[in-house]
């Protein structure tokens, strides 16, 4: 039922974050904005869905793709899964960080106004 981009389950990520919940220990999410993928309103809303129930939740990372790691693929002899797929526009990013804060997210996205560093650069999730 939640199969991620790498086509794994993702059980064992929604049992963690019930374990955190549990144990009341707050925790940010990651969300990679994959132009064609993960970036229609539906996956936006069930995200979202899913973050309002998560009482530990302290924010969201919007990190939007980009082509860093294409070249080890390469390196591998390994054909690229996202060959074509193109870093999202500013605006998109922009539309992505507005309705999650509208939802009443914390959000930090590297590059947006108001969030200019990321959650792993300033400890933030630690």
Not at 4 to 33: C, H, N
Not at 38 to 57: M, N, V
Not at 65 to 77: D, F, I, M, R, S
């Amino acid at each position: 039922r939640y199969a991620s981009m790498t086509g794994l389950k993702q059980l064992g990520a929604l049992r963690f974050a019930a374990e955190l919940a549990d144990r009341g220990i707050p925790f940010w999410a990651r969300y990679v904005l994959i132009p064609g993928h993960t970036d229609s309103d539906k996956d936006i809303g069930l995200f979202i869905d899913w973050a309002a129930k998560q009482p530990t939740l302290a924010g969201v990372e919007l990190l939007p793709y980009h082509l860093y790691g294409k070249n080890k693929w390469e390196a591998l002899g390994l054909k690229y899964p996202l060959e074509g797929v193109q870093t999202p526009p500013p605006e998109e990013t922009r539309r992505v960080v507005a309705r999650l804060r509208g939802a009443g997210l914390r959000v930090l996205c590297e590059g947006m106004e108001g969030a200019s560093l990321s959650a792993a650069h300033t400890g933030a999730h630690s």
